[in-house]
């Protein structure tokens, strides 16, 4: 089966998000993947993480999904709702 990778031209601000397949879980605690994540903002109009977890539910459990400030995990996560939003908005 072929994975879908998430592609961006418009800056290298970017490139951070062209690394990760759509069906990554961006939030473990709900299982909400990263094309989730992108409709939100994309489609929805989310501008905030707030937004987002109105919408799907991401960073409103254990919180550790929104930023490493607080992820509490002893191995961080490659990506934050957080770092989703700030690469989008500078696009």
């Known amino acids: 089966m072929m994975k879908l990778k998430v592609l961006f031209y418009h800056s290298k601000r970017e490139n951070i998000l062209a690394?990760?397949?759509?069906?990554?879980d961006v939030c473990k605690c709900?299982?909400?993947q990263l094309c989730e994540i992108?409709?939100?903002?994309n489609d929805r109009g989310a501008k905030t993480v707030e937004d987002i977890g109105v919408?799907?539910?991401a960073g409103t459990s254990c919180?550790?999904?929104v930023n490493k400030h607080l992820d509490n995990?002893?191995?961080k996560l490659?990506?934050?709702l957080d770092d989703i939003l700030n690469k989008l908005k500078k696009g």
């Open 19 to 24: 690394k990760f397949d759509l069906d990554y």
């Open 30 to 32: 709900h299982s909400v």
């Open 38 to 41: 992108l409709h939100a903002i």
């Open 55 to 57: 919408m799907t539910d």
């Open 63 to 65: 919180r550790c999904c």
């Open 73 to 75: 995990n002893v191995v």
């Open 78 to 80: 490659p990506l934050y």
